[in-house]
């Protein structure tokens, strides 16, 4: 089923930054695991050159650590103040506010090794941004990176990141994981799930409420009328039902409804070569079915410019779509570029974000 023709509708990266007169974000910055590379990370990204021109900043973690990671990049990052009290941790403009929560002594953890230390304070950094942003005290959020086993460590009863950031949001509604490369994003109708479940998951419900997601998810980061570009399930999609019917029954009549609902979705197209389409700039996004049908393609092509971005929630949330990488950290050798760019996508959407919040004021 194909219901438009590709067309050429690409969002130039450089758009993200700040236009002249527009009014800055609020933005939350998270301090990550502190056994990972997250500290060097926040470090090298504040010390980059334009960074704390793009948003009104509130750093959220511990001193210790981020001075930690300051000395393990060689950089100098730039404050504004340090505050204690999460009343006085207000966003504004010239440099960034350090919320000090002060619950990580970098001493008391061993780099490169999972902890409930580390997670607990991930995870309490994370809930104060949560915290602020349902209060309406920031426009997007970004976190540095995070780790699942970390996290279970010291009690979140989530698989990741996204419902536990629904769950203190107060938000009931659809949200999803998406992964960006520079213009092209990759969504799913189903994530952290086995294997032996997705068949079952997918129904044309769920896939159109996938696809009305990822489009106003598109649409937040600036993309007039986003091309979505939907994946098959089975090998050579289905081929004519000899290798699988779900093409036929569920994933066409899905893109049908939302074609009828205005969204410029197109397939079903074999998973093996919709990703070549999407490279060659003939769509926005890639609707896959499950986790690493998607996951797989975008880390070959860019995994350490890739950005994680969590939508469908009150607030805009991205980080860098890579992990901990316990193996280096310390190593003063962390690449921020994904920090980067996930930053500036948490900008170019918080700006949207206050814009319409403005609006419906």
Not at 324 to 342: F, L, S
Request: glycine share 10%; proline share 6%; with cysteine.
């Amino acid at each position: 089923m194909i219901c438009n023709p590709f067309r050429q509708n690409a969002t130039d990266f450089k758009s993200m930054t700040a236009n002249p007169g527009m009014p800055l974000p609020r933005l939350a910055l998270v301090m990550g695991d502190g056994a990972g590379i997250s500290p060097e990370l926040m470090a090298r990204l504040l010390a980059l050159p334009g960074v704390i021109e793009q948003a009104e900043i509130v750093v959220i973690g511990d001193r210790r650590v981020l001075d930690e990671g300051a000395r393990i990049a060689g950089v100098t990052v730039p404050l504004a103040a340090t505050v204690t009290r999460i009343e006085d941790a207000r966003p504004r403009t010239g440099a960034p506010v350090l919320l000090d929560r002060g619950t990580l002594d970098p001493r008391s953890i061993r780099l490169g090794v999972a902890s409930a230390e580390g997670g607990r304070f991930a995870m309490d950094n994370f809930r104060t941004a949560l915290t602020l942003a349902r209060e309406g005290r920031f426009d997007a959020i970004c976190f540095t990176p995070f780790n699942k086993a970390a996290l279970k460590l010291a009690g979140n009863p989530y698989d990741d990141e996204l419902h536990f950031a629904a769950d203190v949001l107060g938000h009931s509604g659809e949200c999803s994981e998406f992964n960006v490369l520079e213009n092209l994003w990759n969504a799913r109708v189903t994530s952290h799930v086995p294997m032996s479940k997705v068949p079952s998951l997918l129904t044309v419900e769920s896939i159109v409420a996938a696809l009305r997601l990822a489009d106003a998810s598109l649409r937040q980061s600036g993309f007039a009328r986003p091309r979505i570009a939907v994946a098959a399930l089975n090998p050579h999609a289905g081929d004519g039902g000899n290798f699988g019917r779900e093409e036929i029954d569920v994933i066409e009549p899905a893109v049908a409804e939302a074609c009828a609902r205005q969204i410029d979705a197109i397939g079903p197209y074999p998973a093996d070569t919709v990703f070549l389409r999407a490279k060659r700039g003939e769509c926005d996004a890639v609707m896959t079915m499950y986790h690493d049908q998607g996951q797989i393609a975008m880390k070959l092509m860019g995994f350490e410019r890739g950005v994680t971005v969590l939508g469908g929630l009150p607030v805009p949330i991205c980080t860098p779509a890579h992990g901990t990488a316990y193996d280096i950290a310390g190593k003063g050798v962390a690449d921020p570029t994904a920090t980067h760019r996930a930053f500036l996508q948490a900008c170019a959407m918080g700006r949207t974000h206050a814009l319409n919040t403005k609006k419906t004021a």
